[in-house]
């Protein structure tokens, strides 16, 4: 009985997936997904940014917090930063805070970073879609998350 | 030891009976043998309680801060470690070099009382007197003669720069190095090593000891800011949350994150810590991470070379690459 209840609950399990996607590129990309009728999981929350550089560590960690089971951060290709360089300090900040993220035990592939130009829609959904399988394979996240906090 | 202290003690006078600074910041005797604590002299005369002893772990760096902000002139001792943590403080705009005379002494390392505590070295003594690395405790019965390295803090035991990097006058012998650096990390690379579930439950284990007293911050020669994210109440981890939020991961994960790239690893943060938290192996982590991708950095090294998250190279790597389709390569 318990088991059975524990694999519907699992059957039923959909992803919480928090995008922070820059205005500039990635934020177009999806939108581009969306006219081209590209098929991405109805669980991504969108969160527009300025620049792929203004998300602080701090947003990633409430994300988790609040309830996301992945995070992923979207901006323009390396070069081609609305801002010109947001985008190199982007790529240093969070491949620190992901190998922290690891080093304190939360699977590494929760949480990416990825360049999604304002042409990839294709891209756009491919990164949601594998992100959501990886995040799937290993379940609801548990860990980091404020226990108040129902889905 | 006890040589070396006279001069100490000599040169803080000097300095403050001919107008050289206004303030001297250094250490003072507390309740207990092995108890010494920071303290400010501002004339000549106080002095005479100035001390250097193998318990002068407190870093006197970060007190700067404030006595410079006032415009004092201020002479400071700096060990190694404290050293690291003054260039810091200088890179990070803090202090400025002018108002500051850097009194340097080599370090021999310090004692870590709780290790004499669990030795049962403790009962009886008086006082600890020091030649290189040989403690001799003075106790009611007498005196007892201990190898020093035994009870140093394990920061000392890893310690890379014993001797200060910056300073205007030297009042020691150069110390040397006791290990490689690589010996730093290997307690990080133990962690590393283990599957998420253990990482989770180590790490939830040593959070939920935290009591939120902010003595880590407080300490910490690169978390200067005068506005703290920690101070804002409506931040939601301003304080120890009465219900399981995950308040201290997000604390303890974005303190160590803040100071990434610019903690010298002065183990200041794990020694203050009264729960006893291993504070330092988060920031070594990332010290370790930054010197494996971003090529070798010390933070308060050099104040002039640019702190590794204040910078970038084209050619950075970029470990999100999982996804390669079109784009600028
Ligand atoms: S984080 Fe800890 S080890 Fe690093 S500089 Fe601050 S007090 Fe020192
Ligand atoms: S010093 Fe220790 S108990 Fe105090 S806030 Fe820091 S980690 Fe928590
Ligand atoms: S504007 Fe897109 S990453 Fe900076």
New binding site residues.
């Given amino acids: 009985m318990l088991l059975e209840e524990k694999t519907s609950q699992e059957q039923a399990f959909e992803p919480l997936i928090v995008a922070f996607c ?5 934020y177009a990309g999806a939108d581009l997904a969306g006219t081209s009728r590209l098929q991405y999981p109805a669980n991504v929350k969108i969160i527009k940014v ?4 203004r998300v602080n560590p701090n947003f990633v960690l409430r994300a988790f917090q609040k309830g996301a089971d992945g995070v992923v951060i979207a ?2 290709h390396p070069g ?4 010109s360089t ?2 190199y300090f ?1 790529r240093r900040r969070f491949t620190l805070l992901m190998n922290m993220l690891d080093f304190i035990g939360i699977e590494k592939e929760r949480f990416t970073v990825d360049w999604i130009s304002a042409a990839e829609g294709s891209k756009f959904a491919a990164v949601m879609n594998g992100v959501l399988e990886k995040v799937h394979k290993l379940g609801p996240n548990r860990k980091m998350r404020d226990k108040r906090w129902k889905r | 030891m006890e040589k070396i202290a006279a001069a100490v003690r000599e040169r803080a006078k000097r300095a403050l009976a001919t107008g050289e600074v206004d303030r001297v910041f250094a250490w003072k005797r507390g309740e207990f043998w092995y108890d010494v604590t920071p303290a400010v002299f501002e004339t000549a005369d106080e002095t005479d309680e100035l001390l250097w002893d193998s318990f002068c772990v407190a870093n006197l760096s970060k007190y700067l801060t404030g006595a410079v902000r006032q415009g004092f002139k201020v002479g400071v001792f700096v060990k190694g470690c404290d050293a690291l943590a003054f260039n810091q403080l200088l890179q990070d705009n803090r202090i400025s070099r002018e108002n500051v005379r850097l009194f340097g002494l080599p370090c021999p390392g310090m004692v870590d009382p709780e290790k004499l505590k669990k030795a049962k070295r403790y009962r009886g003594v008086r006082a600890v007197a020091r030649a290189g690395d040989v403690l001799a405790l003075q106790g009611k019965h007498g005196e007892q003669q201990v190898e020093a390295p035994a009870y140093l803090y394990d920061k000392c035991l890893v310690c890379r720069h014993p001797n200060p990097v910056v300073y205007d006058e030297l009042l020691a012998e150069p110390q040397p190095v006791r290990t490689p650096d690589s010996d730093r990390f290997a307690l990080v690379n133990e962690l590393e090593a283990m599957s998420a579930e253990e990482k989770f439950l180590f790490w939830q284990e040593q959070f939920d000891k935290c009591i939120r007293c902010n003595a880590c911050r407080n300490i910490c020669p690169a978390c200067s800011c005068e506005k703290c994210i920690f101070d804002n109440g409506e931040s939601g981890v301003a304080a120890k949350a009465n219900a399981d939020s995950c308040e201290e991961q997000f604390f303890h994960l974005i303190r160590a994150y803040h100071v990434a790239g610019r903690c010298v690893d002065c183990g200041e943060c794990s020694r203050v810590c009264p729960a006893g938290i291993p504070l330092h192996l988060l920031n070594r982590k990332i010290i370790k991470d930054i010197q494996a991708i971003y090529g070798d950095y010390e933070a308060g090294l050099d104040p002039n070379v640019p702190a590794p998250l204040a910078t970038y190279r084209l050619d950075d790597a970029d470990p999100f690459d999982g996804h390669q389709k079109g784009g600028k390569k």
């Fill in positions: 820059c205005n500039w590129c990635s300025p620049c792929s550089c901006g323009c081609d930063c609305h801002y947001g985008n982007t």
